[in-house]
């Protein structure tokens, strides 16, 4: 590395977690020069997404003894006018880690005898992941084994993608499942008339054919889906980041009701063409859910239950014990005991919002995994000058005692960097600095198993299943099942995810019961009747993840006012809290952000009129596409006067659709390709 | 997506050391400039050109680093879904092609396996400072199986023939997964991309 970073910046952002990338991406699109850096190798802290060596290693590094140690170097790069606030050295946020392999880890090259005999996989269950993954690498088959023919011949193209042990259910109809280019690539890189198309389909997934599809897998840290209607969605549009991932909507909303997985319907067609639902139900279901898409409009409704809780309140309306278990658990996804009929409403009326606008569910996934999503608005930051880091430690704050703003950081090298305004992801403050601070914890599972939890015509289903908590005073499980096509795993197997706020101690005490529910361990699998048998656990991982959410400002000691924490990601389904705190932090700096925008306010004088709306359409399309023509008058207008519209009334929407620079000539002037300004 | 005009859409991505020109191979390709004294690249996500092969319009996306190659931090989504890698390097420094390998691991662990990788050396309008000779790249390339040429963004040598040869290529490559799949549009990803257009509602 024979670069070496300036030493002054305008923001320097430590950890590269979703809220640090977001900011890192505003301030650097609103004209400020960005540092961001993080310690790990890699981008995304507790948001990240790891392939199945990624998470080997990463689960190693938690395994290891941990006891928080601190930088101390840097006591002697301080001047006497200057205090130190030490950053920490060694993450301490997952507790817990605990690994265990069901399936079978025999090194067998023969694959394809598998399918032919039932072989007993004798499988060895362990505490521990006790091979590295390099050394799992060599003995597999060819990734066409684990494919299995259709008997229908239109069903063709689908081969690829055929999941093993479901062979039987497919019936090539799932044409809403289109193949990626790469599942193409593979399908083309088949020898034809291979014996796959003879073999069995009762193929079991080894050990060693995870380790080496292990690239396939694109496994989350954290377990989160985005509203189709949320905030980071919103934001996504509207800075334009959002052309650098690619989504796929939650197929089906699942619910777990004695013992059963069924799918619940919500959107009229599915409450409609529902088996499981009668007439009357059906209804009912639909009357009460048209009631909660505005119930603001009939407060007489609800008025006289606002001091209950939300399940009391299902209770008194016509809704069945059924259907009252669907609305609260699976569709509301809020507590029993302790949500209140407003919030209950109010989470129905957003779910049912979000309905419709991607797909059927009010749910969107990003491709390739959560840990996309920091890395897409880092992207954004770099395009516009933001300086990147990975692996880049930093030893401390650097405090000036008179002013008592944080003036500098130091980084691992020594190196001193100075800035204004300073972002910290909270997992990098030392126990100094937390003392006050009380962590909640949450606790989350991640399986590799071989069947969805619920059978269905396509096996290619993205799933969210809420299992209602156990016994009174513990929580509910929240379930994310993603196929292989949402680019998060092998074919042949589904990854699933378990998150619940800890309430235990480990989070393999507060989740096993669950998994227990749902799956089989690959072991016992043999012994159960095909029909009714469960999806078998090939594979599981437990750990705890600090929740760093929702914690004041003031609970942090000797916090510099220019220096912001970010929050680790939280418990919750959305991504709300990240993306509200990075708002409020613009908010905060917002003077130093509007400073960027000094011509964006001035009015234009005398131009009364708005633009068409289709002109603005046309004009951010152009301006997206870097087509934009400078010559074009006609659109140069649209541009000025679009800052009238009301619908851009707050600064920090025109920051998103308008890169400053657009105002401030001069400034960048290597910004050749979209010089809209500058030749006017 | 039959509304678009053109018959073929291929993400290229450039990668390489800080440096070796990888804006400017994308600038004269695209829009036949060359831009004297650049400094590090800021502002450019990725710039698109429409180029006719054989009848067919061929839409080619070409995705810049965005500078996160300087400090070795390239994002992983940076790779996704990419049909073609342009790996460049600078025949006047011998350090930007001793990079290669590590580049190469790169690609491995985090571009799909059948993305098509071309070897740039750019910068032969500075022969006299030589480093790095062609037959060393050439073996180079060969034993990485890589399609290899060297360049000059300045003199715009050989940079029509550098992207309209890898768009063939990639359409070559799209027919015959067309063939085998009998799916019509290669389209970079599967996933939807979002936007403010929406259809159905609940109601």
């Not at chain 1, 001047?79 to 880690?97: C, F, M, N, P, W």
Request: negative net charge; charged residues 25%; glycine residues 6%.
């Amino acid at each position: 590395m024979a670069d070496k970073l300036p030493s002054e910046f305008d923001v320097v952002v430590i950890g590269t977690g979703l809220p640090e990338s977001i900011i890192a991406a505003a301030c650097s699109r609103s004209g400020q020069s960005v540092l961001h850096v993080d310690s790990r190798s890699y981008y995304g802290g507790n948001w990240a997404s790891f392939s199945f060596s990624g998470l080997l290693s990463w689960i190693k590094e938690y395994q290891e003894e941990n006891n928080g140690e601190e930088w101390t170097a840097w006591q002697e790069l301080i001047l006497e006018t200057e205090e130190g606030v030490a950053l920490r050295k060694k993450d301490q946020t997952i507790q817990h880690v605990e690994v265990i392999c069901y399936a079978s880890q025999d090194s067998d090259e023969h694959v394809e005898e598998v399918g032919a005999v039932q072989k007993n996989p004798g499988s060895v269950t362990s505490a521990s992941t006790n091979d590295p993954p390099d050394s799992m690498v060599t003995a597999c088959s060819d990734t066409s084994e684990l494919t299995t023919p259709l008997s229908e011949p239109e069903a063709a193209r689908e081969v690829p993608d055929v999941d093993v042990t479901l062979g039987n259910e497919n019936h090539g109809g799932d044409t809403d499942c289109s193949q990626s280019p790469l599942e193409q690539e593979k399908a083309g890189n088949l020898p034809v008339g291979e014996d796959v198309v003879d073999a069995p389909k009762k193929n079991r997934i080894t050990y060693s054919q995870i380790v080496k599809e292990g690239r396939r897998f694109n496994i989350d840290l954290t377990s989160k889906l985005l509203y189709s209607r949320g905030l980071l969605i919103d934001l996504l549009i509207k800075s334009n980041v959002s052309r650098y991932a690619e989504f796929k909507n939650v197929t089906r909303i699942l619910g777990y009701q004695e013992g059963n997985v069924l799918q619940v319907p919500c959107s009229r067609a599915d409450v409609f063409n529902s088996k499981k639902l009668t007439m009357v139900e059906k209804r009912m279901l639909m009357k009460f859910l048209t009631f909660c898409l505005d119930y603001e409009q009939q407060p007489d409704e609800y008025k006289a239950y606002e001091e209950c809780t939300f399940s009391e309140y299902l209770k008194t309306q016509k809704l069945t014990p059924n259907l009252q278990h669907f609305v609260l658990h699976s569709i509301a996804m809020t507590s029993e005991e302790s949500t209140s009929t407003l919030d209950g409403l109010r989470e129905t009326q957003n779910f049912l919002r979000c309905l419709g606008r991607y797909g059927n569910t009010p749910f969107l996934f990003p491709l390739y995994g959560q840990g996309e999503l920091p890395q897409c608005f880092c992207r954004m930051c770099a395009v516009f000058g933001g300086t990147y880091c990975l692996s880049h430690a930093v030893q401390c704050l650097v405090v000036d005692k008179e002013s008592g703003k944080c003036k500098a950081i130091i980084d691992h090298f020594g190196q001193r960097i100075s800035a204004k305004y300073f972002i910290v992801e909270d997992s990098y403050l030392t126990e100094k600095t937390c003392s006050n601070v009380t962590y909640r914890q949450i606790s989350r599972a991640v399986l590799i198993t071989d069947q969805s939890v619920l059978k269905a015509d396509s096996d290619q289903q993205i799933s969210i299943l809420t299992v209602p908590p156990v016994e009174p005073g513990s929580e509910a499980v929240r379930v994310v099942e993603l196929c292989s096509s949402t680019m998060t795993c092998m074919k042949g197997t589904y990854l699933v995810h378990l998150t619940c706020p800890s309430s235990k101690k480990t989070a393999r005490e507060d989740l096993e019961s669950v998994v227990q529910k749902l799956f089989t361990p690959y072991a016992e699998a043999e012994l159960e009747n095909e029909e009714l048998k469960k999806p078998n656990l090939l594979w599981a991982l437990y750990f705890n993840m600090r929740d760093s959410s929702d914690i004041s400002r003031e609970c942090y000691n000797d916090l510099p006012s220019n220096v912001y924490v970010c929050c680790g990601p939280d418990g919750f389904l959305g991504n709300k809290n990240a993306v509200k705190q990075t708002g409020m932090y613009s908010c905060s700096m917002s003077s130093f952000w509007n400073s960027a925008l000094p011509c964006a306010y001035k009015p234009t004088s005398g131009t009364t009129s708005s633009p068409k709306p289709s002109l603005i359409l046309i004009f951010l399309l152009k301006f997206s596409q870097n087509t934009l023509d400078p010559s074009d008058t006609l659109l140069r207008n649209v541009f000025s006067r679009v800052l009238d519209l009301n619908s851009l009334s707050s600064a920090t929407e025109m920051l998103w659709l308008f890169p400053p620079y657009l105002f401030s000539q001069g400034q960048h002037n290597s910004l050749h390709n979209r010089c809209l300004i500058k030749n006017c | 997506m039959s509304m678009e005009d053109y018959d073929f859409l291929f993400k290229i991505v450039l990668i390489g050391n800080a440096g070796v020109g990888k804006t400017c191979l994308v600038r004269r390709f695209t829009q036949g400039l060359f831009p004297p004294g650049q400094g590090a690249t800021i502002g450019v996500d990725f710039m698109i050109k429409t180029v006719e092969i054989n009848g067919e319009k061929v839409k080619l996306q070409i995705w810049d680093t965005a500078g996160q190659e300087r400090f070795r931090s390239i994002t992983q989504s940076y790779y996704r879904s990419a049909n073609a890698l342009i790996l460049t390097y600078d025949i006047t420094c011998e350090e930007s092609f001793r990079c290669l390998p590590e580049w190469l691991r790169e690609i491995e662990q985090y571009a799909s396996n059948k993305v098509i990788t071309v070897l740039v050396g750019n910068k032969i309008d500075l022969a006299e400072r030589r480093e790095v000779s062609q037959q060393r790249a050439e073996e180079f390339s060969e034993a990485q199986d890589m399609y290899y040429l060297e360049t000059s963004a300045k003199e715009s040598d050989n940079v029509e023939k550098l992207f309209l040869d890898l768009a063939c290529r990639l359409i070559s490559e799209a027919r015959q997964n067309t063939l085998v799949n009998n799916v019509a549009s290669p389209l970079p990803g599967e996933g939807k991309s979002i936007s403010y257009l929406t259809c159905c509602n609940f109601n």
